[in-house]
């Protein structure tokens, strides 16, 4: 079964910072784009980043740019979120996805394809 498990959510202050990782089991992680988003109450998801396989470029949605940093690290299936100055408007249940080709991880930063795996999100809150 294919699974991904995010972890490293939690409270942070205005201008602080998160780590969020995600770690993949049972597919071949090298070939598969991967992506983060998030949604907020009330709101619906969006997304904050991808970064593709291969190239390994990535793409982020405007808000965040100069902020959040996404890697991989395909030797431990992992890809991480490093999420700097933080802001209210961050908090959120953020999500990480995959798929493998063919996959569009758009300038916008969102990951499309036919399908993608969902983690089961992790909380973040961002205190003014």
């Known amino acids: 079964e294919v699974q991904l498990v995010e972890s490293g959510g939690g409270l942070a202050q205005t201008g602080g910072s998160l780590r969020l990782s995600c770690t993949a089991s049972?597919?071949?992680?090298?070939?598969?784009?991967l992506g983060w988003f998030r949604q907020a109450p009330g709101k619906e998801r969006e997304g904050v980043g991808c970064?593709?396989?291969?190239?390994?470029?990535?793409y982020y949605t405007d808000s965040v740019k100069g902020r959040f940093t996404i890697s991989r690290d395909n030797a431990k299936n992992t890809v991480n979120l490093v999420m700097n100055n933080l802001k209210p408007d961050d908090t959120a249940v953020y999500f990480c996805?995959?798929?493998?080709?063919?996959?569009?991880?758009?300038?916008?930063?969102?990951?499309?394809?036919?399908?993608?795996?969902w983690g089961q999100g992790t909380q973040v809150t961002v205190s003014s």
């Open positions: 996805a995959a798929t493998p080709a063919p996959y569009y991880c758009s300038e916008s930063g969102s990951l499309k394809a036919l399908r993608l795996t």
């Open positions: 049972s597919f071949t992680f090298d070939n598969h784009a």
């Open positions: 970064i593709s396989s291969g190239q390994r470029t990535t």
